[in-house]
């Protein structure tokens, strides 16, 4: 088992993108979002961090931190989930490898943001 799967599916939940797509991924939270306003929110987050607007990122990291843990399951859900998170995440590495980097990369940009707000 991978330390990064196991420590990804063990952090606040947040919203990823992969590809050309987007995820909340976290403690018991692995989901496809498709909503517009859920993802324009994210546009809106790289943008400020783009920006290094400082505001305004502390307000998107927050807004999707709390969308993100709207897909939460309950616990009871938790180990399906999390296989079903694993396999997408071997999926990913084994496939698109460019992907899975980047989303390393998110994680821990992530990390640092959560530090700091």
Known sequence: MSAFKES???????????????????ANTFAKITDSPETDNIELFQNALKKENERQ????????????NSYRVDAREHY??????????????KNDAQ???ALQ?????????????
Request: hydrophobic content about 40%; overall charge negative; aromatic content about 18%.
């Open 80 to 93: 399906k989930l999390r296989d079903k998170l694993f396999a997408f995440l071997d999926d990913l590495q």
């Open 99 to 101: 992907s899975f980097q």
């Open 57 to 68: 990122i502390a307000k998107y990291y927050e807004k999707i931190t709390r969308i993100a």
């Open 8 to 26: 990804l599916y063990e952090k606040k939940c947040f919203i990823y993108q992969v590809g050309e797509d987007y995820y909340a991924i976290g």
């Open 105 to 117: 990369e998110q994680v821990s940009l992530v990390d640092s943001l959560a530090e700091k707000f």
